[in-house]
Nanobody, 122 residues
Framework: QVQLVESGGGLVQAGDSLRLSCAAS????????TGWFRQAPGKEREFVAG????????TYADSVKGRFTISRDNAKNTLYLQMNSLKPGDTAVYYC???????????????WGQGTQVTVSS
């Protein structure tokens, strides 16, 4: 029923900015806690950023705090991740996800997109 489609990834240089989008269909994003995750080759998927249903409470991984911003456009039913001051360590496949829990932990997300590749060169 739910479909999440990420876009906006690409190849950029260190210090550049990029904005990822996650378009949702089948469910209304504002009714769920949503988040961004990333996974590099050979590594486990890690939490990047999350936003609650009210759109006011956001959380970030320490590694991206101050550089990344999660936001949501309710009219477009789209989740965004603004990434500034990108580093080679940010290189990964980025996924958006939604959770059926009100205040989920990083391991409590239920539906996932297919991912979009972000590559940051030094």
């Amino acid at each position: 029923q739910v479909q999440l489609v990420e876009s906006g990834g690409g190849l950029v240089q260190a210090g550049d900015s990029l904005r990822l989008s996650c378009a949702a269909s089948g469910r209304t994003l504002s009714n769920y806690a949503t988040g961004w995750f990333r996974q590099a080759p050979g590594k486990e998927r890690e939490f990047v950023a999350g936003i609650r249903t009210n759109g006011a409470t956001t959380t970030y991984a320490d590694s991206v705090k101050g550089r990344f911003t999660i936001s949501r456009d309710n009219a477009k039913n789209t989740l965004y991740l603004q990434m500034n001051s990108l580093k080679p360590g940010d290189t990964a496949v980025y996924y958006c996800a939604i959770s059926l829990r009100y205040a989920p932990s990083p391991n409590e997300y239920d539906y996932w997109g297919q991912g979009t590749q972000v590559t940051v060169s030094s």
